[in-house]
């Protein structure tokens, strides 16, 4: 791994628990921000798809471990995402904060029903059905995730050029 996908996955990790923080401050147990969202969509833009991958592996699999979801649940639906979000980046061209906010709306929506949609088929009908409560909670996470995603995009873009002045520098050598 490089240095660009280690940072963004370190921001990702310190936006989680501060997103956690500020949910709960906000008294809305049911809704939450999505990080893992945004930086699928964020390695979806600026990442080749190998590391794109991973970083879309990665986000899932720390939203498992932060946020209690059962193992590889989130890790699977974040690489599922992904897929869906590589088809989106190629027909649309997402350019400033609010275009970036706007895809990390439309993917987030996807990302929690694709999750809830495969709680819900594992489960059966004799296991619990949380999926109900979230999928009410469901427009107010992918409004959350979008301010999130408008929030977080001049971080990822001063990584971006951080690291493409450090590319670009080392094919001049």
């Known amino acids: 791994?490089?240095?660009?996908?280690?940072?963004?996955?370190?921001?990702?990790?310190?936006?989680?628990?501060?997103?956690?923080?500020?949910?709960?401050?906000?008294?809305?147990?049911?809704?939450?921000?999505?990080?893992?969202?945004?930086?699928v969509v964020w390695a979806c833009l600026s990442l080749d798809t190998t590391r794109a991958a991973m970083c879309s592996y990665a986000a899932g699999y720390l939203f498992d471990v932060m946020g209690g979801a059962p193992t590889g649940l989130y890790a699977f639906v974040a690489m599922l995402t992904f897929v869906?979000?590589?088809?989106?980046?190629?027909?649309?061209?997402?350019?400033?904060?609010?275009?970036f906010a706007?895809?990390?709306?439309?993917?987030?929506?996807?990302?929690?029903?694709?999750?809830?949609?495969?709680?819900?088929?594992?489960?059966?009908?004799?296991?619990?059905?949380?999926?109900?409560?979230?999928?009410?909670?469901?427009?107010a996470t992918a409004l959350f995730t979008a301010l999130a995603a408008a929030a977080l995009h001049p971080l990822f873009q001063r990584l971006d050029r951080a690291f493409d002045r450090e590319e670009s520098s080392a094919l001049l050598r």
Do not use: W, Y
């Not at 088809?87 to 275009?99: A, M, Q």
């Not at 709680?119 to 949380?130: N, S, W």
């Open 84 to 99: 869906v979000c590589r088809v989106v980046v190629v027909v649309v061209d997402v350019r400033g904060p609010i275009g």
């Open 1 to 39: 791994m490089n240095a660009k996908l280690v940072l963004a996955l370190a921001m990702g990790v310190v936006a989680m628990a501060v997103s956690s923080v500020l949910v709960h401050a906000f008294g809305l147990p049911s809704a939450r921000i999505e990080i893992a969202a945004i930086l």
């Open 102 to 139: 706007a895809l990390c709306l439309f993917i987030d929506a996807v990302h929690q029903l694709i999750a809830h949609g495969l709680i819900a088929f594992f489960a059966g009908r004799t296991g619990p059905q949380p999926a109900h409560a979230a999928l009410v909670a469901l427009p």
